[in-house]
């Protein structure tokens, strides 16, 4: 199968993962980590169908997901890193501000990836090479200078020694930009700096599931996602920080958090 077909299956088979997010009514949420660190049944089940539908459209396929610690060799020749519910506390919490993300690497190379929003029926999508889109219209991030767009950001909240660094770090990004939002996904950041709906995304500590489609959509709308120094995302599963943005708006970001340390 050709990566664009991958994606044609990744797609299908999260509008019909979604239908789980949709139906559910009350959401039991069971501590992970810490109490900020949730999981819920809904999270197990739509990785289960996920891991079921895309293993029938790539056989032999591996796997990388949040949830029941299934993590593949990463340089495996079909792989697809799954976040089953990308903003799971506002799940549980009914925010409706949730997606499906799904990315797909061939040898370590990312290829395909999709992040679909069922509350609003947003499918982000692209494949390597090919551009970004979202439900089908070219996407670009915004061109406009830091001071003049929206900075998204993450408050790392499974690690309570980054929270006031990143709210240092949102308060220098606010007095730069034209305001902040926290919105508790952060592939549905990512997909907003493609979408050029925000200038910057920031977070000083995520996963590989969180980025691994948002980066590629990201890069294909003509961003750069790094990690939040400028230096490299790393692809061997470790948490990380991240920036999104703009070329020049990362450099901008770059300047002004300058003092900090990253």
């Not at 499974?158 to 952060?186: H, M, N, T, W």
Request: a negative charge; proline letters at 5%.
């Amino acid at each position: 199968m050709s990566p664009r077909d991958i994606l044609a299956a990744i797609q299908a088979a999260e509008r019909e993962a979604a239908a789980l997010l949709l139906q559910a009514r009350e959401i039991l949420a069971e501590c992970k980590t810490g109490r900020r660190d949730v999981v819920t049944d809904y999270d197990r089940r739509v990785q289960a169908l996920l891991m079921e539908r895309l293993s029938a459209a790539v056989p032999g396929a591996r796997f990388f997901c949040e949830e029941n610690d299934r993590h593949d060799d990463l340089l495996a020749e079909h792989l697809f890193i799954i976040d089953p519910i990308d903003g799971t506390m506002n799940f549980v919490h009914h925010l409706n501000h949730s997606c499906i993300s799904v990315a797909y690497t061939h040898f370590g190379v990312p290829e395909a990836g999709a992040v679909y929003n069922p509350y609003v029926d947003e499918m982000f999508s692209a494949v390597r090479g090919e551009g970004a889109f979202l439900n089908g219209r070219r996407l670009r991030v915004d061109p406009a200078p830091l001071s003049e767009t929206l900075v998204c950001f993450g408050t790392a909240p499974y690690e309570p020694a980054l929270i006031g660094q990143s709210f240092a770090l949102a308060e220098k990004a606010c007095r730069a930009g034209l305001d902040v939002r926290r919105q508790g996904s952060a592939a549905l950041d990512l997909c907003s700096v493609a979408a050029g709906r925000a200038g910057v995304y920031f977070e000083l500590q995520v996963s590989l599931w969180d980025y691994a489609a948002g980066a590629l959509i990201v890069a294909e709308a003509g961003g750069e996602a790094s990690r939040a120094d400028g230096s490299p995302l790393p692809w061997r599963g470790v948490k990380t920080s991240i920036l999104a943005a703009s070329p020049e708006n990362a450099k901008a970001f770059l300047k002004m958090a300058d003092s900090q340390s990253l």
